[in-house]
């Protein structure tokens, strides 16, 4: 019976199919963690850089307009 059992091959196909599925799932899902730390890290950087930007600019503009008056 136990011969029987291991010789019997009509469940392999599916079960690879299965852990095939499984492994390409566990690779995207690493993948897009990834992809999400780097965009936002991306993200951040581009906010602080265009804070600063805005910043000089609007002092370089209040003291255009301050030397005006």
Not at 42 to 54: F, H, I, P, V, Y
Not at 61 to 69: D, F, H, Q, T, Y
């Amino acid at each position: 019976m136990l011969k029987g059992f291991l010789k019997e091959e009509k469940g392999q196909g599916a079960i690879e199919y299965i852990l095939l599925a499984g492994g390409i799932i566990v690779a995207a899902v690493v993948i897009f963690a990834i992809y999400s730390k780097m965009t936002g890290e991306a993200a951040n950087r581009l906010n602080e850089t265009t804070g600063a930007a805005t910043s000089t600019m609007s002092s370089k503009i209040s003291a255009e307009v301050g030397g005006m008056v």
